[in-house]
T-cell receptor, first 114, second 115 residues
């Protein structure tokens, strides 16, 4: 079956540090890939997405590139802020593979210290 | 722009009690989902629906029932609550599963505690 593996946290960084959160996947078809973010006390929000190999999703200074050869979709940001503290979920969805929604990783708790 | 709205936001139940969680979306989405979120487990799919009048089981359906009588509403029921059902529940909706349009929109969550 489909699965997503991401580094588990918490990941603690200082403000303005470089961020990488690793995500790898296995999928039965050709998936679309997503990063969702969950701020404290809130639901999940889509951060960025990519639908085919070599696509780069970007939003709010975050980037992730769809690497089919390494089945990866690592999240990066050049300079993190305290406001980026949240839980980040990598997810995939296989189009036409049924309506059973997204497959999520377990989430990475990111803590940014001033 | 309400998006996906869940009610209630918090609830405490005694073991054996029943309750219904309501999810409403105003985006005319065909697909709706119920997930539960537990520490160290990520989000796990309970049930989902591909359209009005249809439902299907997800990864962890036991102890839950759902109904989709109207396209905009998706109800999650617990007939006899157990402490193992203490969790945060999220509803989500999306358009049909087409690449590039497969973004899911989430509600704010319902924190349920069963004592």
């Amino acid at each position: 079956g489909d699965s997503v593996t991401q580094m588990e946290g918490p990941v603690t960084l200082s403000e303005e540090a470089f961020l990488t959160i690793n995500c790898t996947y296995t999928a039965t078809g050709y998936p679309s890939l997503f990063w969702y973010v969950q701020y404290p006390g809130e639901g999940l929000q889509l951060l960025l997405k990519a639908t085919k190999a070599d696509d780069k999703g970007s939003n709010k200074g975050f980037e992730a590139t769809y690497r089919k050869e390494t089945t990866s979709f690592h999240l990066e940001k050049g300079s993190v802020q305290v406001s980026d503290s949240a839980v980040y979920f990598c997810a995939l969805r296989v189009p036409g593979g049924g309506a059973d929604g997204l497959t999520f990783g377990k989430g990475t708790h990111l803590i940014i210290q001033p | 722009n309400a998006g996906v709205t869940q009610t209630p936001k918090f609830r405490v139940l005694k073991t054996g009690q029943s309750m219904t969680l309501l999810c409403a979306q105003d985006m005319n989405h065909e697909y709706m989902y119920w997930y539960r979120q537990d520490p160290g487990m990520g989000l796990r799919l309970i049930h989902y629906s591909v359209g009005e009048g249809t439902t299907a089981k997800g990864e962890v359906p036991d102890g839950y029932n759902v109904s989709r009588l109207k396209k905009q509403n998706f109800l999650l029921g617990l007939e006899s609550a157990a402490p193992s059902q203490t969790s945060v529940y999220f509803c989500a909706s999306s358009l049909k599963g087409v690449a590039g349009l497969a973004e899911a929109f989430f509600g704010q969550g319902t924190r349920l505690t069963v004592v």
